[in-house]
């Protein structure tokens, strides 16, 4: 059973929409990721939490925006979508005190901006 | 020069060979070094992790490092058709970010 659930597994839109990707995860941690991932290539970091109200650019520049109000939710939102933006996102957490392990990913979402 | 390079295959081998992953880091400050698996539509599982040089096994699985030619390698032994995804290795930079290779797509043919 996944502790950490990202919505929707797939999404099609089309240019300009705004769209909201979700993720939860039940283990309390403080730590978030959201990283990109497109066929065939390495994951990218595009943002980061350490906690409620802390959000964080990451490595790979990125028009989306992340919010964290709660613990345990860490939305992406896309204010325009553009078919550049066409990827898998995938959400990760890791737990506070543990070293070296302890990152749960997602199944990911599937994102086509047509 | 990217901080992790990972050669992405495709490695295709026979059920049962060894198989041998192999990852090269850039930066000596890296202290934490990953393997995920990722089956295809999924999302990264934690194979195996190590923090110092030398050897870490766990069933069929070894993770080994070699921090002074910046060198992780991940072996599977009697390797199995559900081996087949792909591999990713993985290290920790600063404020404690995944760095990722490529990945490395794996098919074990019965």
């Known amino acids: 059973e996944a502790d950490i659930y990202q919505t929707p597994r797939y999404l099609v839109i089309g240019t300009g929409k705004k769209i909201t990707l979700e993720c939860s995860q039940t283990?309390?941690?403080?730590?978030m990721y959201w990283y990109q991932q497109d066929p065939g290539m390495e994951l990218h970091l595009i943002h980061y939490?350490?906690?409620?109200?802390?959000?964080e650019k990451g490595d790979l520049s990125s028009e989306s925006t992340v919010s964290r109000i709660r613990t345990e939710h860490f939305p992406l939102t896309l204010e325009s979508a553009r078919p550049s933006h066409t990827s898998q996102y995938l959400c990760a957490s890791r737990s506070r005190d543990k070293d070296g392990d302890g990152y749960t990913f997602g199944s990911g979402t599937r994102l086509t901006v047509v | 020069q990217k901080e992790v390079e990972q050669d992405p295959g495709p490695l295709s081998v026979p059920e049962g060979a060894i198989v041998s992953l192999n990852c090269t880091y850039s930066?000596?400050?890296?202290?934490?070094f990953m393997w995920y698996r990722q089956y295809s539509r999924k999302g990264p599982e934690l194979l195996m992790y190590t923090y110092s040089s030398g050897n870490k096994e766990d069933g069929r699985f070894t993770a080994q490092v070699d921090k002074s030619s910046k060198y992780i390698s991940l072996f599977i032994r009697d390797s199995q058709p559900s081996d087949s995804a792909t591999y990713l290795c993985?290290?920790?930079?600063?404020?404690?970010?995944?760095?990722f290779g490529q990945g490395t797509r794996l098919t074990i043919n019965p």
């Open positions: 993985a290290v920790i930079q600063g404020a404690q970010k995944l760095v």
């Open positions: 939490s350490y906690g409620v109200n802390s959000t």
């Open positions: 283990m309390g941690h403080d730590k």
């Open positions: 930066n000596s400050a890296f202290q934490y």
